[in-house]
């Protein structure tokens, strides 16, 4: 098997090798759409870093990893939930990674390296059965909740660049909740203007005209993923979160993706809770690590002692604008 580095890429190859791999066992996923290192070297001054391999025999692909270099490390990749190489055979993309060179960072369904953090899962739904294959099974609760939100004139938008400032607006106040520096605006703004290969999108969800939840969703062949979403903490009340996860995942199957990602959670998370009453797989993701894992920014003594008191919005924008390039 050769390998082939290189800071561009093939957008034709890369999109006709996944259409042979299957996104429901993680043969492929979000993150191996290869124009997302591209627009993370315009959101943040990373380089990026596209790994082929091939037969030495013949010169196929046999899988690729996307990725970006900052500060001598290798990621795959940084800012979204898992990385890693795209492959049809599990085991060959494990012995792929775990033969990464040099300092690196790779989020994957796959353990390759000793020094891992098996913390985070992702949750896949299946939505190749339909509607019926999912509403009917819930919970007679969680079909309550979708009602009484209804009953409450929560309305739902879905937009593009129209929803931002909606969007940002729930965002940051949750993040700031939350303690967590959010991501800056010409993150978003760049991702909805330069996303390719498939589609980037907002739901917005409204009380009395009021923004109170959005989620900000990206695409790639099959898939779909809820990647970044908030709800204003005082409305979940009126189960608002259950009301936009039940139009989106509806959107999604008319659309005709085959699977609707959750996007990643901590086992010990709430979150984890909400998105298992969808009936979900839940799937392990491994932190893969070149050394042993050191504090990571996100824990650092300085930025807890910061977060022990409530954080203005303000600060807390400024902070993000600042930081995120380093918490990825």
């Excluded at 042979?20 to 290192?37: M, S």
């Excluded at 400032?165 to 965002?171: A, G, N, S, T």
């Amino acid at each position: 098997m050769n390998t082939i580095i290189s800071s561009t890429y093939n957008n034709s190859e890369f999109l006709e090798f996944i259409k042979n791999l299957n996104p429901k066992t993680g043969e492929y996923t979000l993150a191996h759409n290869p124009v997302i290192p591209k627009l993370l070297q315009r959101i943040f001054g990373y380089s990026p870093c596209y790994i082929r391999y091939v037969d030495d025999a013949t010169g196929e692909l046999i899988g690729f990893m996307n990725g970006v270099t900052f500060n001598g490390k290798f990621i795959s990749m940084p800012h979204f939930s898992y990385g890693g190489v795209a492959c049809k055979n599990s085991n060959i993309a494990t012995e792929i990674e775990q033969n990464i060179k040099g300092h690196f960072e790779i989020r994957s369904f796959h353990h390759s390296s000793k020094y891992s953090s098996d913390k985070k899962v992702t949750a896949y739904l299946d939505l190749s059965g339909g509607e019926d294959s999912i509403f009917p099974l819930l919970k007679y609760n969680i079909r309550r909740q979708i009602r009484i939100a209804t009953e409450n004139n929560i309305t739902v938008k879905r937009g593009k660049k129209e929803l931002l400032d909606d969007f940002l607006k729930v965002y940051y106040q949750n993040m700031t909740r939350l303690g967590s520096p959010p991501q800056p605006r010409h993150f978003f703004s760049t991702l909805l203007d330069g996303w390719e290969n498939g589609e980037a999108t907002i739901f917005c969800s409204y009380y009395r005209n009021k923004p109170v939840g959005g989620c900000f969703l990206l695409s790639f062949g099959d898939i779909i993923e809820n990647c970044w979403a908030g709800t204003l903490y005082e409305y979940n009340k009126i189960f608002v979160p259950y009301l936009v996860y039940s139009e989106i995942i509806k959107y999604s199957i008319r659309e005709g993706y085959r699977i609707f990602s959750f996007g990643r959670s901590s086992k010990e998370g709430g979150t984890l809770g909400f998105k298992k009453h969808w009936k979900p797989e839940i799937i392990q993701l491994y932190f893969n690590y070149s050394s042993p894992l050191k504090e990571n920014l996100k824990d650092n003594q300085s930025l807890r002692f910061l977060y022990r008191k409530t954080v203005p919005l303000w600060v807390n924008i400024w902070i993000g604008k600042l930081l995120t390039k380093y918490i990825y």
